[in-house]
């Protein structure tokens, strides 16, 4: 069993920035793909970014440029760095990994951290 824990939201003014991490624990299989999402009020939850074992990343068109992805595969651990944040990016953020198990892929969820931005 994988199980996630993020840190690093709060409460950040327009034009800040915020670095959130996820440590994991369990066994992480070596094909997988780590990953951020959000939830806004009153809106889906969303892709912000996620990276591969082999490094290859991908953005929501919302962020590029802004935020940056990466990981630590020695500690299983992924970071978000978001830089410039806006209002908009107001949202429970919620780590994600997901990993090719024996027949299946399986996916597992953070709980979540708070990311306020300020107008």
């Known amino acids: 069993q994988v199980q996630l824990v993020e840190s690093g939201g709060g409460l950040v003014q327009a034009g800040g920035s915020l670095r959130l991490s996820c440590a994991t624990s369990?066994?992480?299989?070596?094909?997988?793909?780590m990953g951020w999402y959000r939830r806004a009020p009153g809106k889906q939850r969303e892709l912000v970014a996620d990276?591969?074992?082999?490094?290859?990343?991908n953005y929501a068109d919302s962020v590029k440029g802004r935020f940056t992805i990466s990981r630590d595969n020695a500690k299983n651990t992924v970071f978000l760095q978001m830089n410039s944040l806006k209002p908009e990016d107001t949202a429970v953020y919620y780590c994600?990994?997901?990993?090719?198990?024996?027949?299946?892929?399986?996916?597992?969820w953070g709980q979540g951290t708070q990311v306020t931005v300020s107008s």
């Open positions: 990276i591969t074992n082999g490094g290859n990343t």
């Open positions: 994600n990994v997901k990993h090719l198990g024996f027949a299946r892929w399986e996916e597992y």
């Open positions: 369990g066994s992480i299989f070596s094909r997988n793909v």
